[in-house]
């Protein structure tokens, strides 16, 4: 029995009391949920099961799959087919067509979402889901989506999204400088290109002038204010911080052979947490596809915390782990467990 299962039947009672005195409350639920007709809920229902029913995971996660195919809305059907991508790779179902219908589906359903917004998300969590030309095709989808969304608030949260999924790609950062070139607002450029420069966006507060206030002329000076105190601070982080994380991370994509990159990401590890980011996963990932595994496999024990748009390529490395014990990107403990919970 696995931990899942365990789990459901000593919590079962509590959570759902018409189940008391059942004897098989797996499939009780089972019988539930095929009676439900809602496509999207009974989708979401059957991947949860096969969580815990490990004799009918297999089938479960197949009738989710096909149900998820017929959900109308590209939204939900794309949160739906992440969650039995997620699930399969979780349970080791070795489905190798499953998860290519996943993918499939997961390009069909982004070409069908009509908000610009939600569809450069979704281009960006797709990039997760294969390495090189794959990922690469998804974020330059997404670039050019961002050029087409006239609204500056969305533009430059986005932007500062995109940044560090693309700090490898350097056609696709002249692009993104383009667009942030081009902003109506230049105030808005220290909220995309600066550190400490954020917390002035943290809130609306000082993205809209707000022109009909009594207080109008306070605000200015509040903002010049802290927009110097902003740039007084970049300029100390950039002169201080030589050793910054991100930079060693794309100094060792460029030059993955000077060990002086590795030696000081491992420093770093052993005095603060090393996460797994996603700027991070597209670097390693890279540096695997080119056979550069060896040369930075002693990084991979100090990684830790993926977040979960990177989970589908930390599902494959513990794949490509498994089906081939050379291959060292299985070595992260802390990324196994966070699949596992």
Sequence with gaps: M???????NLNADRLLPELVDKRNIKEVLSSKIKSMSNTYYKSRALCQLAEFY?????????ESFQLAKSIQEPILKFQVLEKIFN??????????????????????????IESLYDRIIASIRLSFYGSGDFRQTYLTYAVDT?????DDNEKIELISKLKPFISIYDDLQISLNEITENLKNKTQNYYINSYYGKILFTENYLLICPIQN??????????????????????????????????????????????????????????????????????????VQKGQEDAISIIFPYIIKPPNEVLPLVHKWFADHNNNQKNKTGRFPSCRSKICV
């Design 146 to 150: 961002l050029m087409k969304i006239n």
């Design 214 to 287: 009594e207080g109008f002329s306070d605000y200015v000076e509040i903002q010049a204010l802290f927009t110097l105190f902003a740039q007084l601070n970049d300029i100390k982080l950039i002169i201080e911080n030589k050793d910054d994380i991100n930079q060693l991370w794309i100094n060792l994509f460029k030059d993955v052979d000077n060990e002086s990159n590795i030696k000081r990401i491992v420093e770093t590890a052993l005095y603060n947490e090393l996460f797994l980011t996603p700027q991070v996963a597209i670097i390693i990932d890279e540096l």
């Design 2 to 8: 696995s931990k899942d299962s365990h789990w459901l």
């Design 54 to 62: 490990d004799e009918q995971s297999p089938d479960l996660l197949n």
């Design 87 to 112: 699930i399969v790779h979780y349970k080791q179902t070795q489905y190798k067509s499953l998860v290519q219908g996943i993918i499939k589906e997961l390009v069909l359903s982004l070409d069908n």
